[in-house]
């Protein structure tokens, strides 16, 4: 599916570096410094277009940083810990400062968040750490719809004239979303309790 595999060279795997500087893990981390402005756009000067803006941004090079990382041979360990770590980052950041605003409701917000909390305690506690699997295209699925719908609940939310028709996106991506976040969650829960007997070290998550 290249949707979410854009970028790659041939068929096979990618090869896995263990380099540290290169242009996808900057980009990766440069998706978090516009997190910590979206959250003072929306709380402060409660500038909701420009935080859209800033939240559209940080939201779309999630794509790009895995593009340049697969076009360009710089698929590393970092990376791909970071960037699914800095999407959940990003969903609890959104969801969490558009419940304070009273854009989003309480029970999408705890939708959301609560099946990282649940997957990464139960993890954390049977292997000690997170087993080596590789994201799979349900949680890119899921995370895609999310990335769409939770910001979606911003414009849904201002005073312009299409304003219903991002509430209508925002419900139906982020719907989708969440369902498909629980089973990709469930999927990943078997595959590592496949290979818990072989005491997997910690690498990456759905």
């Given at each position: 599916m290249r949707l979410f595999d854009a970028g790659r060279r041939g068929d096979g795997p990618a090869v896995v570096h263990d380099r540290v500087l290169t242009a996808a893990n900057v980009i990766t981390a440069l998706r978090l410094l516009g997190l910590p402005l979206f959250v003072w756009l929306m709380l402060g000067?409660?500038?909701?277009?420009?935080?859209?803006?800033?939240?559209?941004?940080?939201?779309?090079?999630?794509?790009?940083?895995?593009y340049v990382a697969r076009r360009f041979d710089q698929v590393t360990r970092l990376g791909r810990f970071l960037d699914p770590l800095i999407d959940r980052v990003l969903l609890a950041t959104a969801a969490i400062t558009l419940l304070v605003v009273g854009f989003l409701s309480a029970v999408v917000v705890v939708a959301v968040v609560a099946r990282d909390v649940l997957l990464l305690v139960a993890v954390l506690v049977r292997f000690r750490g997170v087993p080596p699997l590789p994201v799979s295209r349900m949680g890119k699925f899921a995370t895609a719809c999310l990335l769409i719908g939770v910001p979606a609940f911003l414009p849904a939310n201002m005073d312009f004239a299409y304003a219903g028709v991002f509430a209508v996106i925002a419900w139906i991506a982020t719907s989708i979303g969440i369902a498909a976040y629980y089973w990709a969650g469930i999927q990943y829960a078997r595959e590592a309790s496949r290979l818990a007997p072989q005491g997997a070290v910690p690498d990456a998550l759905p």
């Amino acid at each position: 599916m290249r949707l979410f595999d854009a970028g790659r060279r041939g068929d096979g795997p990618a090869v896995v570096h263990d380099r540290v500087l290169t242009a996808a893990n900057v980009i990766t981390a440069l998706r978090l410094l516009g997190l910590p402005l979206f959250v003072w756009l929306m709380l402060g000067p409660r500038a909701y277009g420009m935080a859209l803006l800033v939240l559209g941004v940080v939201a779309t090079t999630d794509w790009i940083d895995g593009y340049v990382a697969r076009r360009f041979d710089q698929v590393t360990r970092l990376g791909r810990f970071l960037d699914p770590l800095i999407d959940r980052v990003l969903l609890a950041t959104a969801a969490i400062t558009l419940l304070v605003v009273g854009f989003l409701s309480a029970v999408v917000v705890v939708a959301v968040v609560a099946r990282d909390v649940l997957l990464l305690v139960a993890v954390l506690v049977r292997f000690r750490g997170v087993p080596p699997l590789p994201v799979s295209r349900m949680g890119k699925f899921a995370t895609a719809c999310l990335l769409i719908g939770v910001p979606a609940f911003l414009p849904a939310n201002m005073d312009f004239a299409y304003a219903g028709v991002f509430a209508v996106i925002a419900w139906i991506a982020t719907s989708i979303g969440i369902a498909a976040y629980y089973w990709a969650g469930i999927q990943y829960a078997r595959e590592a309790s496949r290979l818990a007997p072989q005491g997997a070290v910690p690498d990456a998550l759905p």
